[in-house]
């Protein structure tokens, strides 16, 4: 099993692009998540999903848009980027909504100019 | 609402030395708890949890950390540090109880071991 897998490793956009990060598991996990890290902030939730088809946002969810057409993607797409969204993004999965422990990819380095 | 407060943004310690990195925790309902450490530029990976059981929780590369609810704490320890134990270790709690999912994550405590 490859995991969790995000592209790109690294980003950089000028302010007002669009892009679309991929994130992809082959775990079959029900539930997926994007987060953003950024230093002394912890990790935020942007938007989770329990299953194909359904999403909700996280605590900083503005700015950010997800979908889930399929149990193995979950893509996030930034409409117009702002220097505030430079981060490392995180998309993460677990088996359910209940099971808690949830499998990290390797990240998304973004930076905004 | 649930909340982690992480004490100490960085930590050093010698090798060899205890380890013992706080974290505090503040919940409506019974938390589920966990730790999770992240190497320099890779994902995070988790290291323990706590989930209702055992209150003593034993997780991986011999950390260890204990639930005690009079003191809303769930402090990460390990007896001996290791060079390879540099890295930054983030507390998290569920949102919501059991039916969630959802983690609020601290804000994260940088380890340092000096040889």
């Known amino acids: 099993n490859a995991g969790v897998t995000q592209t790109p490793k690294f980003q950089v956009l000028k302010t007002g692009q669009s892009m679309t990060l991929q994130c992809a598991q082959d775990?079959?996990?029900?539930?997926m998540s994007w987060y953003r890290q950024d230093p002394g902030m912890g990790l935020r939730l942007i938007h989770y999903s329990v299953g194909a088809g359904i999403t909700d946002q996280g605590e900083v969810p503005n700015g950010y848009n997800v979908s889930r057409s399929t149990t193995e993607d979950f893509p996030l797409r930034l409409l117009s980027a702002a220097p505030s969204q430079t981060s490392v993004y995180f998309c993460a999965s677990s088996r359910d909504r209940s099971s808690y422990e949830q499998y990290f990819g390797p990240g998304t380095r973004l930076t905004v100019t | 609402a649930q909340s982690v407060t992480q004490l100490g943004s960085h930590v050093s310690v010698s090798e060899g030395a205890l380890v013992l990195l706080r974290c505090n925790y503040s919940?409506?309902?019974?938390?589920?708890l966990f730790w999770y450490v992240q190497y320099p530029n890779q994902g995070l990976q988790l290291l323990l949890k706590y989930t209702s059981a055992a209150t003593l929780v034993k997780g991986i590369n011999g950390f260890e950390a204990e639930f005690k609810k009079s003191e809303t704490s769930f402090h990460l320890t390990k007896p001996s540090a290791h060079m390879s134990d540099a890295a930054e270790y983030f507390c998290?709690?569920?949102?919501?109880?059991?039916?969630?999912?959802?983690?609020?994550f601290g804000k994260g405590t940088k380890l340092s071991v000096k040889p």
């Open positions: 775990m079959n996990h029900e539930y």
């Open positions: 998290a709690v569920s949102v919501g109880g059991g039916s969630q999912g959802n983690l609020i």
């Open positions: 919940s409506s309902v019974p938390p589920y």
